[in-house]
Every structure is written in structure tokens, then in C-alpha cells.
């Protein structure tokens, strides 16, 4: 998380703390809302439309999921240790950060379909169009969100690390130091 602070021409201070993880959670809330919007109509467009979108939340889970993890293995390795893991795959890395808790974590996450679909939508992989419109459904990213969630809530608790900062509680609390007000309706997305 990084902070910016604005100062106004009448003394007052906009604080603004920046997480790309958290926006990266929130981007995909945003864009499952649009998808489920479309799933429900019965137009062509529509159905291409929640499909875009579905597609869009599939690459935003899988960044979240790789920032999450990537964010706690800096924190806990060593500068040359930390360079050599972050090369690896994200199963690895998995493997790694699970090294590092003091138990194990007893829910499984399997991330290797949600891989091979973010690799056909990243990289256009060709031949496989009409599975991967078949196969990118609310259903199936909901239970891949949820697996995630269920493993990232377990892995904090391992850990004793957050999977990303509340923005709005950091912002608040510079903007206190500063005398400064912060509009909890606008500030953040936690909180």
C-alpha cells in the first residue's frame, strides 16, 4: 500500500491510500456484478457480454490470488530467497508460502483449471474457443472465488498477515494525525 496526499490552496489535505490488491478484489466484485447482470438476459448480447465479463472476473481472481501470495512471500523471505521464488509458477509459490505457516492449511484449493483458463484467455490460445465459452460460467468462478476465499482466510489466520490493507482505516488514521477529514463514503472500500 502506498499513500498520496494532496494539499489544497485552503490548507486542507486529501490522503489517499492506494493498494493494487484491494483494487484488484474490488475490480472483480465490479465486474461479477456486470456479468450476472447480463447471465440473467435472454439476448445474444447479453450472453456475450456475461461471458466477457466472466471472462475478465477469471484473469482478476487469478491476479488477486498471485498478488496476495506474492505480497506475503516478500514479507517473509529473505531479499535472495524472495528473487528466486518469485520467478515460480504459482503453484509453487503456493507450495512455498505453505512451508512458511505453522500448520498446514486443512482446505485445498485447486487452482489448475482456473490456471489452464487464465493461459487460454491471456495467451489466445487457439482450438479452444467453444470450451472455454462453455466452461466460463458464474457458477464455476463463484466456486473458484470461493475456494479461494476459503483458503486465503485460512492462510491469514496461519500467517497472521491480511491479504491486503484497508486503505480506509490507513487513510483515516493519517488524515486524524493530520486534522484532516476523510468522507467514509468516498474513501476506501473497506472499513
Known sequence: MQM????????????ESISLLE???HDYLAVREIALTHEGLTTRTDRLLAKRYL?????????????????????????????????????????ELKKKGSRQPKCKMD????????????????????ELYNSVTSSWVFGFEADISNWLT????????????????????????????IDPKTEGYTG
Open 154 to 181: 485460512e492462510m491469514e489466520s496461519i500467517l497472521g498477515m491480511c491479504r491486503h490493507p484497508d486503505t480506509r482505516k490507513a487513510s483515516e488514521e493519517i488524515a486524524t494525525e493530520l486534522g484532516t477529514a
Open 23 to 25: 483494487d484488484l478484489w
Open 111 to 130: 487452482i489448475s483449471s482456473a490456471r489452464v483458463m487464465r493461459k487460454n484467455i491471456a495467451h489466445g490460445n487457439p482450438g479452444v474457443d467453444l
Open 55 to 95: 471472462r475478465i472476473a477469471v484473469l482478476l481472481l487469478n491476479a488477486y490470488l498471485e498478488g496476495v501470495v506474492n505480497s506475503w512471500l516478500k514479507a517473509l523471505l529473505d531479499e535472495p530467497s524472495w528473487e528466486a521464488v518469485s520467478r515460480l509458477v504459482l503453484a509453487s509459490k503456493i507450495g
Open 4 to 15: 498520496s496526499f494532496t494539499f489544497s490552496p485552503d490548507g486542507s489535505i486529501l490522503v
